[in-house]
């Protein structure tokens, strides 16, 4: 489960008025799958000390365009996570283990990034340390991603930039 403070006041749109939502850190430590899908007036979000981003959590939140992080734990950001929210040009440094396919597909988000935590041996049997195919597809602002830690990659994704038409490899 996930502890969700929500600003409302009436039931308009999921009942998102402010359009400002709050993922209490503690006990709790995940955004379920699906927990903020289509929610059309989601603008920001500040995400406590979250460890995992479920599938397609914050789906098409069109508005969305302010992400917050208040710790620097390690987090797994599931498939389509944040996938079309058209209005997210920028992102906070992140800390991951695991990026899922379509994670930040369609964004706008132009800089990125991305710390992998150093595993002495990490295991396929994990799931983990791996960035998914098209994680950052179809993100035609996307101009630099630096990504650090990867003697724990286990695997990087086929066309993990897919359609990323600003993506140049050097």
């Known amino acids: 489960p996930c502890i969700v403070w929500v600003s409302r006041s009436d039931d308009d749109d999921n009942g998102l008025v402010d359009g400002t ?5 503690g006990y709790y430590d995940r955004v379920r799958p699906y927990a903020f899908k289509f929610y059309l007036r989601l ?3 500040w ?10 959590a914050f789906y098409c ?6 992400v917050t992080f208040s710790s620097r734990r390690y987090m797994s950001i599931g498939p389509s996570a944040f996938r079309q929210c058209s209005r997210l040009s920028s992102f906070p440094h992140i800390f991951a283990n695991y990026i899922g396919w379509h994670a930040f597909s369609s964004t706008l988000i132009s800089y ?6 150093d595993v002495a041996n990490p ?3 994990d799931g983990l340390y791996r960035i998914e195919d098209w994680a950052f597809g ?3 602002s996307l101009s630099t991603i630096i990504i650090s830690g990867g003697n724990s990659f286990l695997s990087l994704g086929s066309n993990i930039f897919g359609n990323s038409l600003s993506i140049y490899l050097l």
């Open 123 to 125: 295991s396929e049997s």
């Open 138 to 140: 179809g993100m035609s």
């Open 43 to 45: 603008s920001s979000v």
């Open 61 to 66: 939140c069109y508005y969305l365009s302010s």
């Open 21 to 25: 939502a709050t993922i209490l850190s």
């Open 47 to 56: 995400l406590g000390g979250t460890q995992e981003i479920g599938s397609e």
């Open 112 to 117: 990125m990034v991305i710390d992998f935590p």
